[in-house]
């Protein structure tokens, strides 16, 4: 075998994890996608590195347990696995095994980031495109026009900080009231020693995880759910449950039934169906944690981002905020953000020391000047916040429009908040169609990514955060790796 290095690296680095076969076979699901079936194979592994469901510094089976497992020729893997190392997502030293990588220009994976533009590997065989892909998979809109005040304002603040040792374990008390105030202006009475600050919505999931979730433990989830969401709780050596979307009813026989520490559920807008809880649904979810002791998470992170006129959450999921068993999270990313990389959990002070002991393992305290930046922005928000939807609201009906005129046999549902839509295509061809997406320039995250059973085969998520000309330009590239996967669609 021979052996290439990526571009940006001089040796294999060590692997963190390892995929077995059979995981990958299931990762890759119905990864055939017309053409040359090693450049399919290529196709759709680069597409889950660049998905984030395949992160970098995973080890992955030999050519030959990989042939194996999907029932294709060793030179299909083999062939695959030399154009990725050519490609540098991955890399290989003898006796060490292959890894996945990102090359240079590639940013990171979490939710698909896109290839910077003039950066975009170039494929020795000639079959990618010279565009950087146009990036239909991560949720996260580029910054508020505001941003650049905010940390003006911090800057102006920051002196009175700078006599202590700028650790503060729960967070700094100016944003701690300040996301106190703005739980109480909702209808949720709250207080600084409730509200735990987190380096981002990502780090409370994994604090609560590792609170709660012990190996051989179970966290119920929806189904589809938040992606990530999925990771922590597999990586503290748990089980992960899913139930449908709303129905109340089946997550309450799960929770009878498996007895878990943790229910993760998005009550707004929810990533990635865009639906919302009713409130006679919260109610009940509230009555299941008090009935049965069971941790419910709400994640709130999109609770801003109502697009529609009226469809404003009425209701909070913690409802009047007494619960013990009822936590909260919330973030900056989506409203204001992802680059400020502040979170929050609102839960019983109690729960909120025992997170915070957990939390110092991994980084102590959050950036002191980022809070303060998001104590402006959050004093702004009422202010801020109008212009944010309106730009969202354009780019959604824009993104339904292409679709519907490029795709029509897509079923496409109108979210009424979020930032995404989750596509039926009318077939299982979700992770080939992801897979083919990468070769046609664009990258989007097929179902499988977000269930935990790797169901919903037929659906794709697409974010509607990127600018109006790159929506643009991404539907017909969509629209031709259709073809690619469903000839006569």
Excluded at 26 to 45: E, M, N, Q, V
Excluded at 73 to 101: D, I, K, Q
Excluded at 396 to 402: A, E, G, N, Q, T
Aim: proline share 8%; aromatic share 4%.
């Amino acid at each position: 075998m021979t052996v290439v290095s990526p571009p940006s690296a001089t040796s294999t680095p060590p692997a963190v994890r390892q995929l077995s076969p059979a995981a990958t076979a299931r990762l890759l699901g119905d990864w055939r996608a017309g053409g040359p079936a090693y450049l399919a194979l290529s196709d759709a592994l680069r597409a889950a590195v660049l998905s984030g469901s395949l992160p970098p510094l995973t080890r992955v089976p030999s050519e030959r347990e990989l042939a194996t497992a999907l029932r294709v020729s060793r030179t299909t893997t083999s062939g695959a696995y030399a154009r990725l190392r050519e490609l540098g997502f991955l890399a290989s030293r003898v006796g060490s095994g292959t890894v996945t990588t990102l090359p240079r220009g590639a940013g990171a994976t979490r939710g698909g980031v896109p290839v910077a533009a003039g950066d975009a590997p170039t494929d020795p065989h000639g079959d990618t495109p010279p565009e950087a892909p146009v990036d239909l998979a991560q949720a996260t809109p580029s910054a508020t026009s505001a941003l650049h005040d905010a940390y003006t304002a911090a800057l102006e603040v920051l002196p009175g900080y700078l006599a202590t040792g700028g650790y503060a374990h729960l967070g700094v008390e100016a944003l701690r009231s300040a996301i106190a105030d703005r739980y109480t202006a909702r209808g949720v009475p709250t207080t600084p020693d409730q509200i735990l600050v987190t380096t981002g919505a990502q780090q409370a999931i994994s604090v609560l995880t590792a609170a709660f979730v012990g190996r051989g433990e179970t966290t119920v989830v929806e189904s589809p759910t938040y992606f990530h969401a999925l990771e922590p709780t597999r990586r503290f050596g748990g089980r992960v449950v899913g139930v449908p979307v709303g129905d109340v009813e089946t997550l309450a026989s799960a929770v009878r039934r498996t007895r878990p520490r943790l229910v993760y559920l998005v009550p707004d807008f929810h990533n990635p169906t865009g639906t919302t809880m009713s409130a006679e649904a919260r109610a009940a979810v509230r009555d299941l944690a008090h009935r049965t002791g069971t941790t419910v998470v709400g994640d709130e992170t999109l609770t801003d981002l109502a697009l529609d006129p009226g469809a404003q959450v009425s209701e909070p999921f913690a409802g009047d905020g007494t619960s013990p068993h009822v936590v909260t999270i919330g973030s900056a990313s989506k409203s204001f953000w992802g680059g400020v990389r502040v979170g929050w959990v609102r839960a019983d002070p109690q729960v909120v020391r025992r997170l915070a002991r957990v939390r110092e393992s991994a980084d102590i305290a959050t950036p002191v000047l980022e809070q303060l930046a998001v104590v402006e922005l959050l004093r702004r928000a009422d202010a801020i916040l109008p212009g944010r939807v309106a730009e969202l609201r354009a780019r959604r009906d824009l993104l339904v429009d292409l679709v519907r005129d490029a795709l029509p046999d897509w079923r496409v549902r109108v979210p009424a908040g979020g930032l995404c839509l989750w596509v039926d295509l009318g077939r299982p061809l979700a992770q080939a169609l992801a897979a083919a997406a990468v070769h046609h320039g664009v990258l989007v995250t097929p179902g499988p990514a977000f269930t935990p059973d790797r169901s919903s085969r037929d659906r794709v998520r697409l974010t509607f955060t990127r600018e109006p000309d790159q929506l643009a330009t991404a539907v017909p590239r969509l629209a031709r790796a259709w073809a690619q996967v469903a000839p006569g669609s």
